[in-house]
């Protein structure tokens, strides 16, 4: 089955600790990106990398940060400079070139105790 | 003024009818556009993608677009109780770096039977 995978799909960190959230597709995408979602709100745009080895800043990058060393995998790190980790964070991936589709893995709820 | 705006809701309607979303875009060089239905706790699934002026039909879903007027609209015809949901809208402005959505706050809609 091809897909995108996130895990965990809950996870609890306590203030001061960073936390990685792990994102895999087996779509043989080029693109992949990282969203948050807070409650009653669109999605806004973390990270995203167009190809392995380069990643750029979305709208909201600061306390974050990601890395692309294999074309499958993109992980977040959630670090203790993000005030407000506390949401839905959602992993996308699209083939790139013309093809603008994004879909998304099935998320990973993080909450800060 | 927000990028992407949604029409407020909720929005409910009865089983049946139809449903119609409704979503605006603040920069005229916007290209590409995306519906996705997220249901409560999960991802964002991608329903329809439309690049070009007219409509654009699949199955019960009619996505509709006028860059004249920076509208695009999400028709679902014969509307059942599992398309109660929050739809979301999606955009790639013109001139952004490839891939970057920017998402609208969602619409939420109801079918009652």
């Known amino acids: 089955d091809g897909g995108i995978t996130q895990s965990p799909k809950y996870l609890f960190r306590k203030e001061g600790q960073n936390v990685t959230l792990s994102c895999e597709q087996n779509l043989n995408h080029d693109a992949m990106y990282w969203y948050r979602q807070d409650p009653g709100q669109g999605l806004r745009l973390i990270y995203y990398?167009?190809?392995?080895?380069?990643?750029q800043k979305g709208d909201i990058a600061e306390g974050y940060s990601v890395s692309r060393e294999k074309k499958e995998s993109f992980p977040l790190t959630v670090t203790s400079a993000q005030k407000n980790p506390t949401a839905f964070y959602l992993c996308a991936s699209s083939r790139g070139g013309t093809y603008n589709e994004q879909f998304f893995g099935p998320g990973t709820r993080l909450t800060v105790l | 003024q927000k990028e992407v705006e949604q029409n407020s809701g909720p929005l409910s309607v009865p089983e049946g009818a139809i449903a119609s979303l409704n979503c605006t875009y603040s920069?005229?060089?916007?290209?590409?556009f995306f519906w996705y239905r997220q249901y409560s706790g999960k991802s964002p699934e991608l329903i329809m993608f439309?690049?070009?002026?007219g409509d654009k039909e699949d199955g019960r879903f009619t996505a509709q677009l006028n860059k004249a007027s920076q509208y695009v609209s999400l028709l679902i015809r014969d509307s059942q109780p599992s398309d109660s949901a929050t739809y979301l809208c999606a955009v790639i402005a013109g001139g952004t770096s490839y891939g970057k959505l920017t998402f609208g706050q969602g619409t939420i809609l109801t079918v009652h039977p």
């Open positions: 990398s167009q190809i392995v080895n380069d990643f």
């Open positions: 439309i690049y070009s002026n």
């Open positions: 920069d005229r060089g916007s290209q590409s």
